[in-house]
T-cell receptor, first 112, second 111 residues
Framework: DGGITQSPKYLFRKEGQNVTLSCEQNLNHDAMYWYRQDPGQGLRLIYYSQIVNDFQKGDIAEGYSVSREKKESFPLTVTSAQKNPTAFYLC???????????FGEGSRLTVL | GEDVEQSLFLSVREGDSSVINCTYTDSSSTYLYWYKQEPGAGLQLLTYIFSNMDMKQDQRLTVLLNKKDKHLSLRIADTQTGDSAIYFCAERSSSASKIIFGSGTRLSIRP
């Protein structure tokens, strides 16, 4: 079945460590996105990529990094520079004409 | 900048209609969306409306768009317990490069 796969679903990190969240899609979509979700704040855009080897900062990119070496993959690294990384992270890809987003099941990161 | 606003909570009785409202600021939005999120999961698209439409109906769902007032609503007829979730309104920005989300409305169903 086509879709977005995120891993891991749950992740615990000690302060000062970098972690990488995986996002893979087999929908053949060019555009991919990373959102952060905090309670009561909706979704905030971290980074997005409209094509392979290209990506742009979203509204809250500080402390995060991404790469887009393959169309299918858009990993997100949460660096130690991110001051408050505990959150639910959602990856998505979009259908070009309508902009409809297809989401993964999310990764919940907790910093201990 | 672009902004999307919605109320945080809505409680309805099972079998009644639910109406979730949303306002947005970008008058050049091309598409507006409603997404549903169940606990601990990603978002699923419920429906969307193109900006040149006033209404769209899909089974129990009715979307109304008032472009003049920049107001979007989602009506769920005959609300069931399985409709309990957070509902997000979203718009496609005029640059078409990103989707802007509201904060979500948590819909709870009482017997």
């Amino acid at each position: 079945d086509g879709g977005i796969t995120q891993s891991p679903k749950y992740l615990f990190r000690k302060e000062g460590q970098n972690v990488t969240l995986s996002c893979e899609q087999n929908l053949n979509h060019d555009a991919m996105y990373w959102y952060r979700q905090d309670p009561g704040q909706g979704l905030r855009l971290i980074y997005y990529s409209q094509i392979v080897n290209d990506f742009q900062k979203g509204d809250i990119a500080e402390g995060y990094s991404v790469s887009r070496e393959k169309k299918e993959s858009f990993p997100l690294t949460v660096t130690s520079a991110q001051k408050n990384p505990t959150a639910f992270y959602l990856c998505a890809s979009s259908r070009e004409n309508t902009g409809e987003l297809f989401f993964g099941e999310g990764s919940r990161l907790t910093v201990l | 900048g672009e902004d999307v606003e919605q109320s945080l909570f809505l409680s309805v009785r099972e079998g009644d209609s639910s109406v979730i409202n949303c306002t947005y600021t970008d008058s050049s939005s091309t598409y507006l969306y409603w997404y549903k999120q169940e606990p601990g999961a990603g978002l699923q698209l419920l429906t969307y409306i193109f900006s040149n439409m006033d209404m769209k109906q899909d089974q129990r769902l009715t979307v109304l768009l008032n472009k003049k007032d920049k107001h979007l609503s989602l009506r769920i007829a005959d609300t069931q317990t399985g409709d309990s979730a957070i509902y997000f309104c979203a718009e496609r920005s005029s640059s078409a490069s990103k989707i802007i989300f509201g904060s979500g409305t948590r819909l709870s169903i009482r017997p």
